[in-house]
C-alpha cells in the first residue's frame, strides 16, 4: 500500500494511541519514532521531486513622482504614527495621559496633503497596510502614496483597494502616471488609464472614475456616463447619479430630466432629488406649482395663519417628478405627498408668495388644523437640499431654544447648520452650549469646521470644566473630549494647562469617588495631544520645534 502525506499527517493529528501509523517501526524502535522517520523520508521526497516554477516577467518600474517628500522630522513623525496605529482608539472607559496617536495619522496625512508631499519610499507598505484596515485613511493615504502606491499595491491582492482608486487621483496635475493593472503609462493627467477603468473595471473603480473626472471636469464626467448609460444596470445607476451630486450645476439638468423617464423607481427619485436641489430646475417650478395649491395665507378677523390643502391623490406628473406614492408604515398619504411636494419647492417662493415676509416672519406663522410639523419638516429639509442659509437661519432659531423644545421635534439642527458660514455656525454652536452643556451638542460639534473658532473652543473646554465640577467622569463625556483633541486649536495648549492640576483641598463630589483624578489625567492628555499637534505642523512646515515644549 502506497502511503501518502494525508495519511502521515492524518495519524499524527490522532496520535499514535488512537490510531497506528501507515507505517512498520523497525527492531527496537517505537511506533512515534517510525511515524517521524517516514515524514522526515517523505519531506524530502516531496522537495526533491518539486519542478523549478515558471519565472514570471519582472514588473515594470515603479513610475516617478516628482513631488517632495516631508522634512527629516516629519518623516520620523509618520513612521511612529504608522507603528502605532494599531493601538486602541478613544473609547470608553480610563484611557490615561498619552496622546492617541491613531487618531493624528489622520490629521497628519491631511496636512501632508495640503503641503504637496508624496510619501517616503520605505513607508508605503505600512501606509497600504494603514489605509487597508482604516477604510476612513484611504483617500489621504493614496494621495500621499501617489503613482508609487497603487503601483506597488498591483503586487499585493491584501491592497487591492488601492487599484479601485482612479489612477490620477493623488498624482500631480498633467503628469505621467502608469497603469497599475499594465504598468504602462497613461500619458498626461491618466485619461487613458481612466478609460480604461472606465470600460472594464469593476463598479467601484468605475465609481471611482466618474467621481474623480468630476472634480477635474463635471461637464465630460457627465459625458462619460451618459455615453454607457442604456447598458447600465439600475443599481449601478443609482449610484452613478450620486457621484453627480458634489459638483452638481445646471448644466446637469437635461440629463437629469431625461433620468426622470427611467424605469427604476430608485433612480426616478434620486434624479427629482438632484434636480430639486437645483431652485432654477423646471422640476423646483412643477414643485412650486403643486405647493402653490397646497399652501396659502389666510388673513380673517385681523389673525394671519398659513392653511394646508395636502394633495388628494398622487398622479403620474406627481410619480415622475420623484413623488413616492407610498407612505411609511403609520404615515398618512395626504401628509406624505405633502411633504415631499414642498421639499422640492425652493423655500425662497414662500416669502414672495406670503407678501414679502422674511423667513423668520414665514417660520412664525401659525399653522392651522396641526399641519406645522409636516410643513416645518419639509421646510428643514428644502432649506438644507439647496443650501439656503436665510431659511435655515430662520429655522434653526435661536441657540438658546431647548433642544426638545414642544413642537419642535421636526428640526434637525446639525443638518440645518450645514447651509450656515463655517463662523456662524460655531458661534450658534458656542451659544447652544454655553446654556445646554455637552449632553445634546456631540452632532453639532460634529459639522463645525477644524479647527473650532472661537468662541466654540473656549464654551466647549468650559463646559467640561463645569462637568468636573458636578462630579461627572470624563468618560461620560468620551466622545466630546476626543472631538476637542482633534478640533481644538493648538494654540490653545498653554491657556488650558491650568485644568490639568488637581485641585488642592477640595473635597471630592459625592458618589464619584477618584474623579477629580480622572480628569487631571484627561486634561493632561488634550494639553498633550494639542502639543504634539502643533508639534505636528510645525515639522511638516519644515519649523524648527522648541526642545523646552517635550510632547508624548
Known amino acids: 500500500m502506497t502511503v501518502t502525506w494525508d495519511d502521515l499527517v492524518s495519524a499524527a493529528l490522532l496520535g499514535t494511541g488512537r490510531r497506528t501509523p501507515p507505517v512498520l517501526p523497525r527492531p527496537g524502535q517505537d511506533t512515534a ?11 524530502v521526497r516531496r522537495r526533491a521531486g518539486l519542478r523549478p516554477v515558471v519565472v514570471r516577467e519582472r514588473p515594470a518600474t515603479a513610475p516617478e513622482d516628482p513631488r517632495p517628500e516631508p522634512p527629516p522630522a516629519a ?72 503613482p508609487r502606491a497603487r503601483w506597488l499595491a498591483g503586487l499585493n491582492p491584501q491592497w487591492r483597494y488601492a487599484l479601485r482608486a482612479c489612477p490620477s487621483d493623488g498624482a500631480p496635475p498633467h503628469h505621467h502616471t502608469t497603469d497599475t493593472r499594465t504598468g504602462a503609462g497613461t500619458g498626461t493627467g491618466g485619461t487613458e488609464a481612466s478609460n480604461s477603468l472606465w470600460e472594464e473595471g469593476l463598479f467601484a473603480e468605475r465609481v471611482t472614475v466618474l467621481a474623480s473626472l468630476r472634480r477635474r471636469d463635471p461637464a ?35 440629463f437629469l430630466e431625461r433620468a426622470l423617464s427611467d424605469r427604476s423607481r430608485n433612480v426616478r427619485a434620486t434624479a427629482a432629488e438632484l434636480l430639486s436641489a437645483l431652485p432654477g430646475s423646471a422640476l423646483a417650478a412643477r414643485m412650486d406649482e403643486r405647493a402653490r395649491t397646497c399652501v396659502a395665507l389666510e ?15 398622487c398622479d403620474k406628473g406627481m410619480q415622475r417628478d420623484g413623488v413616492v406614492p407610498k407612505p411609511p408604515n403609520g404615515r398618512g398619504e395626504r401628509s406624505w405627498w405633502l411633504t415631499q411636494v414642498v421639499e422640492a419647492t425652493p423655500p425662497a417662493v414662500w416669502c414672495e408668495r406670503f407678501g414679502g415676509l422674511s423667513p423668520e416672519e414665514v417660520v412664525a406663522l401659525p399653522v392651522a388644523d396641526g399641519w406645522q410639523p409636516d410643513l416645518h419638516a419639509a421646510w428643514c429639509r428644502a432649506a438644507v437640499r439647496q443650501r439656503d442659509a436665510a431659511w435655515s437661519r430662520a429655522l434653526l432659531g435661536p441657540a438658546t431654544t431647548p433642544p426638545t423644545a ?26 447652544f452650549v454655553a446654556v445646554h452643556g455637552l449632553s445634546d451638542a ?25 462637568a468636573r465640577d458636578a462630579g461627572s467622569y470624563p468618560w461620560s463625556f468620551s466622545g466630546v473630549m476626543g472631538l476637542a483633541e482633534r478640533c481644538l486649536d493648538p494654540a490653545q495648549a498653554d491657556r488650558l494647562e491650568v485644568l490639568t492640576a488637581l485641585p488642592e483641598d477640595s473635597p471630592e463630589p459625592a458618589g464619584s469617588p477618584g474623579a477629580a483624578a480622572y480628569w487631571s489625567e484627561a486634561f493632561q492628555r488634550l494639553v ?25
Not at 301 to 312: F, K, L, N, Q
Not at 539 to 545: C, P, R, T, Y
Request: net charge negative; proline share 8%.
Open 33 to 43: 519514532a517510525a511515524l517521524l522517520d517516514a515524514a522526515a523520508l517523505h519531506t
Open 75 to 146: 518623516r520620523r513623525r509618520l513612521a511612529l504614527l504608522l507603528a502605532d496605529r494599531s493601538a486602541p482608539g478613544g473609547g470608553g472607559g480610563r484611557r490615561g495621559s498619552a496622546p492617541d496617536l491613531t487618531e493624528l495619522l489622520p490629521q497628519w496625512l491631511a496636512t501632508a496633503n495640503r503641503h504637496g508631499y508624496r510619501a517616503p519610499a520605505p513607508l508605503l507598505p505600512a501606509l497600504l497596510e494603514a489605509g487597508r484596515a482604516r477604510t476612513d485613511l484611504r483617500a489621504a493615504a493614496l494621495t500621499l502614496g501617489g
Open 220 to 254: 465630460a464626467g457627465r459625458e462619460l456616463l451618459a455615453g454607457t448609460w442604456a447598458a447600465e444596470r439600475a443599481e449601478d445607476r443609482l449610484m452613478f447619479l450620486d457621484a453627480l451630486r458634489p459638483e452638481l450645476s445646471p448644466d446637469d439638468e437635461p
Open 299 to 313: 388673513r380673517a378677523d385681523g389673525a394671519v395663519r398659513i392653511v394646508v390643502e395636502a394633495p388628494h391623490e
Open 406 to 431: 414642544e413642537g419642535s421635534s421636526w428640526r434637525d439642527p446639525a443638518k440645518l447648520l450645514s447651509a450656515l458660514e463655517p463662523g456662524e455656525r460655531a458661534e450658534w454652536v458656542a451659544d
Open 442 to 466: 456631540f452632532r453639532l460639534l460634529g459639522v463645525c469646521a477644524v479647527p473650532w473658532a472661537e468662541p466654540l473652543g473656549t464654551a466647549v473646554v468650559d463646559a467640561l470644566d463645569i
Open 528 to 552: 498633550g495631544t494639542l502639543r504634539l499637534r502643533a508639534t505636528m505642523r510645525a515639522e511638516l512646515a519644515g519649523v524648527g520645534v522648541s526642545p523646552t515644549r517635550p510632547f508624548p
